[in-house]
């Protein structure tokens, strides 16, 4: 299956000015992006989607390719990722190169790891689903989620019939994560969904789930990347 990595990186940001540029662990955020999917077996080609020559400047310097900038009008706030990547797939098509799939990954989940896209992808091929999209266990379980009526009563989200669930009785739960959306082009312009009907999901860890959005969450990743590295030290010793 031929698969092709599109990281989707616009210059501007709303939260952190220049986010995608960043410092994390001495690499540009972008950076861990490109490096993951350069490293995944099943990725083809790995392509930077980014209205911003600073960007493209950066992405190119890691191994990516940016054959071509994106418009100004899919690079606002309210720019649709779907529209970014339906882009790209007429790009592709109209030069010569057109995947089975296409691969999006967003700078602001960089702790994936080449074996997540490697494991998405061969859930794909094993099971000729639609799509694979990334998730982890949910933070708050639905089960003890709660809403208040009108009445001002609070009552359960959902109806789960369980008088006092316990942590060990509920089923797992799942997040969407933003780590990994693989779609086949087919699907893509077909629905205009990440998540068509039939989607599969792959499980990632907790740990490779971080979303970064704020400063806060920068020190968060690169407290797990820094434990990733000690324990690699560790197991290097023995």
């Not at 540029?21 to 992006?33: D, M, Q, R, T």
């Not at 995944?40 to 020559?53: L, P, W």
């Not at 606002?76 to 779907?82: G, K, L, N, P, R």
């Not at 009445?151 to 780590?179: E, K």
């Amino acid at each position: 299956m031929n698969i092709v990595a599109v990281i989707t990186a616009r210059g501007g940001s709303t939260g952190l000015p220049r986010k995608n540029l960043l410092p994390l662990a001495g690499k540009p955020l972008v950076a861990h992006s490109i490096l993951a999917a350069l490293g995944a077996s099943q990725v083809q080609r790995v392509i930077v989607s980014t209205d911003c020559d600073e960007i493209a400047a950066c992405a190119r310097e890691w191994g990516a390719e940016v054959p071509f900038m994106r418009p100004a009008h899919l690079a606002t706030a309210d720019s649709a990722h779907i529209d970014v990547m339906l882009h790209a797939a007429d790009w592709l098509e109209q030069n010569g190169g057109l995947p089975d799939a296409l691969l999006l990954l967003q700078p602001t989940t960089p702790l994936r790891t080449a074996e997540d896209l490697d494991g998405a992808a061969q859930i794909m091929s094993t099971t000729g689903c639609p799509a694979v999209v990334g998730v982890c266990a949910a933070a708050v379980h639905p089960y003890i989620v709660y809403k208040i009526n009108d009445s001002g009563q609070l009552v359960g989200f959902i109806d789960h019939g369980m008088r006092y669930p316990r942590r060990q009785d509920l089923p797992p739960a799942f997040q969407l994560n933003g780590g990994l959306y693989l779609n086949r082009v087919s699907s893509l312009r077909e629905t205009h969904q990440f998540q068509p009907p039939g989607a599969c999901a792959w499980v990632m860890p907790v740990e490779h789930s971080v979303d970064i959005d704020t400063l806060a969450d920068f020190a968060a990743a690169e407290a797990v990347l820094k434990s990733h590295s000690v324990l690699t030290l560790r197991q290097r010793a023995h």
